[in-house]
């Protein structure tokens, strides 16, 4: 059965669509883990990400998110889209601005929290790894994210806002323990900028006194590598590529062993 993980994030701008897609990368490819990736963000950057990475073209007829929820089934919308032999993808959509309406004017309460749990029911046992790209604004999508997760991680810059969005973020997943209180938090992910007027070691010193452990040890470096891939997709054979793959593997380890620390508890 999938391991459901939600990618969290108050803020944009804070590593998560580089995260997220490396994370589905690293397990998929690396790893050879069967992977489903469900593209919540109506900015579809994770989707247009993956597609750039693997060479995939855009066809007007594939389905999206929100034909999923239309139908009440992933199978039945063929909104599943094979990208790779151990990788297939839900994209998203810039509709998906009429998630909270679409889910008052047609669902009761536990729709608003429920529904993505539901869906995902039907296709758990189809995947190791579910992961959910979230959007950075708390919305409903985002709430039907999080009670579908048995896991949520959150990236979050070396800098002082990104402290404060973190600390948004972790209280958010809180208030939602109301609805889901099986999902467990695997940690912060620290997105560590080159910048040499930046206070990153000093703010990632902060961070750490005040998550403790929750902070992963392995911190994501800032890469221009990182920001090509995310504009080009991932690359293996240029230059800095194995460098910068080999601190995020560093990370994703790291999650797994997480994750297989908290299912000991």
């Not at 993808?89 to 008052?104: A, I, K, M, N, S």
């Not at 296709?123 to 992961?131: G, H, S």
């Given at each position: ?10 803020a ?22 069967k ?14 990400f993956i597609?750039d ?8 007829d594939n389905?999206?998110i ?13 909104s599943i889209?094979n ?6 993808l ?7 601005e ?20 539901t ?6 046992n ?5 992961i ?22 959150i ?5 002082k806002?990104?402290?404060k ?6 209280k ?7 609805h889901?209180?099986d ?11 080159k ?6 070691d000093?703010?990632?010193?902060k961070l ?12 994501v470096?800032?890469?221009?590598r990182a ?5 080009n ?18 990370v ?14």
């Amino acid at each position: 059965m999938a391991k459901v993980i939600s990618v969290l994030a108050y803020a944009g701008g804070v590593g998560k669509t580089t995260l997220t897609m490396l994370i589905v990368y690293i397990l998929s490819e690396i790893k050879k883990a069967k992977v489903l990736v469900i593209d919540i963000d109506g900015q579809e950057d994770l989707s247009d990400f993956i597609k750039d990475t693997f060479n995939v073209s855009d066809n007007e007829d594939n389905k999206d998110i929100l034909d999923a929820i239309d139908a009440l089934s992933f199978k039945e919308s063929n909104s599943i889209q094979n990208i790779t032999e151990n990788l297939d993808l839900v994209q998203g959509t810039l509709d998906l601005e009429q998630f909270d309406t679409y889910v008052r004017d047609n669902f009761d309460e536990k729709g608003k929290y429920y529904l993505l749990y539901t869906l995902i029911k039907e296709i758990r046992n189809d995947y190791d790894y579910i992961i959910i790209d979230t959007s950075p604004r708390t919305t409903s999508s985002t709430d039907n994210a999080v009670c579908a997760s048995d896991y949520a991680i959150i990236p979050t810059e070396t800098t002082k806002k990104g402290r404060k969005a973190a600390v948004n973020s972790y209280k958010y997943l809180k208030r939602l323990l109301a609805h889901n209180e099986d999902i467990d938090l695997i940690g912060i992910v620290p997105y560590l900028k080159k910048n040499k007027d930046s206070s990153g070691d000093e703010q990632l010193e902060k961070l750490r006194e005040l998550f403790e452990e929750v902070v992963f040890d392995n911190v994501v470096k800032d890469s221009s590598r990182a920001r090509n891939w995310l504009n080009n997709g991932i690359t293996k054979n240029k230059p800095y590529d194995k460098v910068t793959l080999k601190n995020y593997i560093d990370v994703i380890d790291e999650m797994v062993r997480r994750i297989e620390e908290l299912e000991g508890e």
